[in-house]
């Protein structure tokens, strides 16, 4: 299994799980002649894309993606709030706590908590790289997951970067407040990996990281040094290795 990495962050977002015969989108906040570009125009390759909610840096092309032919599942209040009047047979509505099949994978949706109608992350199961969390776009996780191999997690920002750039004189405690009640922080981050047994986790991506509140170098080292784990930072074109076991 590779997990390739179309775009991260506030400009897009969109990775692939992608086996030798097929291939699951996570999001879709890029346009769409990216998405071809990454599975090398073979599209018959795709047995669904999951969004986890509304917003243009997560959803962008998702009109687009089911018209090529493509399974969507996301909420009913993700679907609602993109505002489509039509409803379109690829559309799946899924609820948290619900596990399904998309091909191969076994999916099970999970409540977060972000500025957004009904988001969600995502617990995924395939054979080739095991138990997979998907967890983007909250301030907080409730839950904690058993048996996981790898992670795709966001850390989108240090507190002590926004609190320097945000604080009580800076006239922005606006944005400040926004940012703290709808993504993970690097330290939310590092308390939810905490919270979970990461005694066969393979892969730790950081995701999402804001271009001005975050410091590369630092969540990679930060995170490495607390899990002990092959920590990357995802960035744009990234293509890894992600396998139930390292071999």
Known sequence: ???????????????????????LLIECGVNIMDIKKALNFD???????????EHQD???SINDVMSIGVEVYA???TFAATGFSII????????????????????????????AVEPLGFLIEHQECGKVLFLTDTNYCEYTFKGLNNIIIEANFSKEIIDRKFGSDSGKEFLRNRILKSHFSLENCKEM???NDLSKVNNIV?????????????FQREVSDLTGKNVTVAEKDLIIDFNITPF
């Open 58 to 60: 997560h959803a962008k």
């Open 75 to 77: 909420s009913k209040g």
């Open 43 to 53: 599209l018959s390759k795709i047995v669904g894309c999951l969004v986890t909610h």
């Open 193 to 195: 990996l905490a919270a």
């Open 206 to 218: 950081l995701i999402h990281l804001s271009d001005s509140n975050s410091n590369a170098k630092q």
């Open 1 to 23: 299994m590779k997990l390739k990495v179309i775009s991260t962050g506030s400009i897009g977002n969109a990775y692939i799980l992608e086996s030798e015969n097929e291939a």
């Open 88 to 115: 379109s047979h690829k559309q799946n509505e899924i609820a948290s706590k619900q596990i399904f099949k998309i091909g191969n994978f076994k999916v099970m949706a999970f409540d977060v908590k972000h500025d």
